[in-house]
């Protein structure tokens, strides 16, 4: 792969905002059946988002690859530069339209939602072997998510709380800012939590920051990762079951099958959509959540035994109205 040589953003500048309160932007997305709730910004998040770095035609290839696609990835790895450009217009849209639309809006009930561009890690690097390149690229792109969080600690935070919140590559760049900014020190008495699914987190990842394994605790962090049950992935058994989880219906760490019932919504536009019907437990030996998709789930989302895309979407209403609850939670305890 060639080393990329693509200049930092500047933060003061909107451009490399993805989403931000001064401008309009697809986290801003509501359905039309929540057109009447009652929006009450007290916090911010600070979203990091996805891998959207995939190919040269952004949308054309897929994260979720198997084994002759890896090899087949690994044998071209010097086609495309580690780190993705923020000015790359394609690649800004591809990214807006997808993961801030479908992921970011999840917290704009209760939140002012700050997602920066960053020069993202190509999604190769996730299935190469372990390399100095590898570990630049990474490194590479949470400069970025550093800059901007600091940036906007600087510019735009003043006291107010904060939820860290991130999908897959944006969780892994997650757990390394909370680590730096937040374990120990006075900026975690502003956390409400940290929403970091799509990325295995270890027990005892920090120092004194808490699993968050209640729906109302605050100033924690959680997870998890969707398979469809009856798929375990091969690399899973690997991790020994050093990977927490919460349940997304219940918000905690219980093991018991949980059934959302008829609990149904949709987000116009998208395909993505909560079926009637789903279940979720956490498997306790590999730490990840295994979901029952019911008939009447999309057929596209079925075709995936890894539902690692739909992390968020599956419980896109659970996320949003847990945010709101953290957030009161936070403020009554101050």
């Known amino acids: 792969m060639k080393l990329s040589s693509i200049k930092a953003p500047d933060y003061r500048q909107l451009k490399n905002w993805a989403a931000s309160p001064h401008k309009p932007s697809p986290s801003d997305l509501v359905p039309s059946f929540l057109s009447e709730e009652d929006f009450n910004k007290t916090a911010d998040v600070f979203f990091i988002h996805p891998t959207t770095y995939l190919c040269q035609r952004h949308g ?14 690994r044998a071209r790895a010097n086609d495309e530069p580690w780190n993705s450009d923020t000015d790359d217009t394609a690649l800004n849209a591809f990214t807006d339209q997808g993961t801030i639309r479908m992921q970011a809006s999840a917290f704009n009930r ?66 390394r800012l909370l ?92 395909t993505h959509l909560m079926p009637q019907g789903m279940a979720a437990t956490i498997e306790p030996r590999t730490g990840v959540l295994l979901v029952d998709l019911p008939d009447t789930a999309p057929e596209k989302m079925k075709r995936h035994q890894n539902l690692h895309l739909y992390d968020y979407s599956l419980f896109w209403l659970c996320i949003r109205e847990n945010a709101a609850l953290r957030i009161q939670s936070f403020i009554d305890k101050q």
């Open 110 to 175: 209760c939140a002012r939602v700050f997602a920066p561009r960053y020069r993202q890690a190509h999604v190769k690097a996730f299935f190469l072997k372990p390399s100095d390149a590898v570990q630049a690229a990474f490194d590479m792109a949470y400069s970025d998510i550093r800059n901007a969080f600091s940036y906007y600690l600087e510019h735009e935070n003043n006291g107010r709380p904060v939820i860290i919140a991130g999908h897959s590559q944006g969780s892994f760049h997650g757990l």
């Open 179 to 270: 680590r730096e900014f937040f374990d120990g020190t006075s900026l975690q008495r502003q956390l409400v939590c940290a929403y970091l699914p799509g990325f295995q987190i270890p027990h005892n990842h920090f120092r004194q920051l808490p699993f968050a394994n209640t729906p109302e605790m605050t100033g924690g962090y959680l997870g998890w990762r969707s398979y469809q049950r009856g798929t375990v992935p091969e690399d899973l058994p690997a991790e020994r079951g050093d990977s927490l989880c919460v349940n997304p219906f219940i918000w905690n760490d219980t093991i018991f099958k949980i059934s959302l019932g008829k609990k149904e919504y949709g987000i116009e536009d998208c």
């Open 60 to 73: 054309r290839c897929s994260i979720m690859l198997d084994r002759t696609e890896v090899n087949r990835m």
